[in-house]
């Protein structure tokens, strides 16, 4: 971009900072002079949302989705988002698994920024999900639901005493100079050069349990040796993590240490690999068992309710009733599972923390809704304005959108608060004549299901990918003109489609998945290979005239 271009175009970010969003390149006599977009043939069309009749569709708008990172540094992106869109979403970036550490510490400053400048420019933000299953903050709720440390007692395990042994019946895993012997006027158990030993053995461990060995040992001279405990070597305080003996005096040891996980047997083992010779005494070995209990059903709820309130309340807090749209719950119907009725169910796990194995499945977003909604109105939200979609993918399966259908209809029998459906797009325009003529079967469908609930619908991750007569991609640098103005024809039928089959109150929006091409063509805008710049495609046109009612 050249010099002039990068100027006008902080100039115009800046502008914003201080009017309002109607004055904002908005008015029908709007030129792209200041826009790096500006470029032959498409340089005489206004910003895209300015072609919403609001008089005649009073509840469309228009939404682009980007990072909070790629907003708050207010350049290219910033300008196409808040000059061209209604509102503006932020995906992941926005959602507690960014946000919240292993500690319970959140981070709100990037949000913050956002918010305060978004507030200040007079534009509007479609909130990220509240809870999912995926972008948690997993770390944090798995040390919530962690098992609790109890007092235990410890265990008195076995004992061997040498002094009354004549004959050693253990384990020698190396060497053959192991045996009873004679030393310091007492049985001892001899433990050669070159010779390893279990002095200990014979006994069940537990790879959760903290067992400790004690045993009194003698050398010929000092010396440092290792030891392994069931699998485990452990480390003393000498080099190398070896363990030291004395020759003057009888040692006792002390080795605390766990079994390794794949265990079957518990046993001590001292391996000599010094020229010098070691005497045992006596070993005695006992446990503390695992100092850990599960949650109980009710700790586990009384837990995940606890940062439910936590997460939402710090969420508010920063919020301070600006947004007033979000997704409530998002990707929720599980297409590997079914219920009785033949219908999906939710996603569960055994592995990580889902809200609605802890919530239950029935109460999952009566609860989430009820908790968000507290909140939102302690810091300074208006309820009346408050409200809250099911995002969910896929809802052209008809059986997937009917199993969303049921789950909604049992959440608003308990309570929950759904005021509409975030259906995300997966789209592709083909040049097979049969394979688009079912594309757009399948949309029409999808937007008929759609209206029947009765809810607020909002369109998102509105892009649509090319595919040739052979069901090839098409990528952005091999698209040609016209299979670009095929794409935007597309496009221009999805937008006139949402807005004639939609009831005009019903009509939450459309939200751009990607403003600029990414390796498919999918952008408003294409990126200039030389100057980098933003350049409109039919696309951009395409926005402009189906809005506008062409």
């Not at 770390?139 to 007692?153: F, H, S």
């Not at 789950?407 to 608003?412: E, K, L, P, Q, V």
């Not at 990607?514 to 980098?532: C, E, F, I, R, S």
Request: glycine content about 6%; some cysteine; hydrophobic content about 35%.
């Amino acid at each position: 971009m050249n010099k002039m271009y990068k100027n006008s175009l902080f100039l115009l970010a800046a502008a914003a900072m201080v009017v309002a969003c109607a004055d904002y390149n908005v008015t029908d006599d709007f030129k792209a002079d200041p826009d790096p977009t500006f470029v032959e043939p498409y340089k005489d069309y206004a910003t895209v949302k300015s072609y919403i009749d609001r008089g005649t569709y009073p509840n469309m708008s228009l939404g682009a989705q980007l990072k909070v990172s790629e907003f708050n540094k207010q350049e290219l992106a910033h300008a196409a988002a808040v000059t061209n869109f209604d509102n503006y979403s932020f995906g992941t970036t926005l959602m507690s698994g960014a946000i919240v550490n292993g500690k319970g510490v959140m981070n709100f400053l990037d949000m913050k920024d956002l918010l305060d400048h978004v507030e200040e420019i007079g534009g509007e933000v479609f909130g990220s999900p509240i809870v999912a299953n995926a972008n948690q903050a997993d770390e944090w709720l798995e040390k919530l639901t962690a098992p609790i440390e109890i007092q235990v007692d410890y265990v008195e395990g076995k004992y061997v005493n040498y002094n009354d042994s004549t004959i050693f019946n253990g384990t020698v895993e190396k060497g053959t100079n192991v045996g009873i012997a004679k030393y310091d006027g007492q049985n001892t158990l001899k433990i050669g050069t070159l010779c390893n030993v279990r002095i200990i053995e014979g006994f069940d461990v537990d790879p959760k349990a903290k067992y400790t060995t004690t045993f009194y040992a003698k050398a010929d001279k000092d010396a440092t040796f290792n030891i392994t405990f069931s699998g485990n070597k452990v480390n003393g305080s000498g080099t190398d993590g070896k363990w030291t003996f004395k020759a003057d005096r009888w040692t006792k040891i002390v080795v605390e240490a766990q079994s390794a996980a794949d265990a079957t047997e518990g046993y001590l083992t001292i391996e000599n690999t010094r020229s010098t010779v070691i005497y045992i005494r006596e070993v005695q070995v006992g446990y503390y068992p695992d100092n850990h209990r599960q949650q109980t059903a009710q700790e586990k709820s009384d837990t995940i309710n606890y940062a439910l309130n936590a997460w939402c309340d710090g969420l508010m807090k920063i919020n301070q009733g600006r947004i007033t749209s979000f997704d409530l719950i998002d990707e929720a119907i599980d297409t590997k599972a079914e219920l009785e009725n033949g219908l999906y169910d939710l996603k569960h796990s055994d592995e990580k923390i889902f809200w609605q194995d802890i919530l239950g499945s029935e109460n999952y977003a009566p609860q989430v809704s009820k908790v968000a909604s507290t909140a939102f109105k302690t810091h300074g939200g208006d309820l009346e304005k408050l409200r809250f979609f099911i995002s969910e993918s896929g809802l052209d399966e008809p059986k997937k959108f009917e199993s969303l259908k049921y789950w909604i209809n049992i959440w608003d029998q308990n309570g929950a608060q759904i005021d509409g459906i975030n259906a995300k797009l997966n789209l592709t325009y083909s040049e097979d004549a049969d394979t688009q003529k079912a594309n757009e079967a399948a949309l029409q469908t999808l937007l008929n299901n759609l209206q029947s609930t009765g809810k607020l619908i909002r369109l998102s991750n509105f892009d649509i990918k090319y595919q040739d007569a052979d069901g090839l991609p098409v990528t952005a640098k091999e698209i040609t003109s016209e299979q670009r103005q095929k794409l935007a024809n597309y496009y221009s039928h999805v937008i006139q489609s949402y807005m004639s089959l939609i009831d005009r109150d019903k009509q939450a929006g459309i939200c751009k998945g990607n403003m600029l091409d990414t390796t498919d063509p999918v952008g408003l805008w294409a990126q200039d290979a030389l100057t980098k710049d933003w350049v409109r495609t039919a696309t951009y046109k395409a926005f402009c005239d189906a809005l506008k009612g062409k």
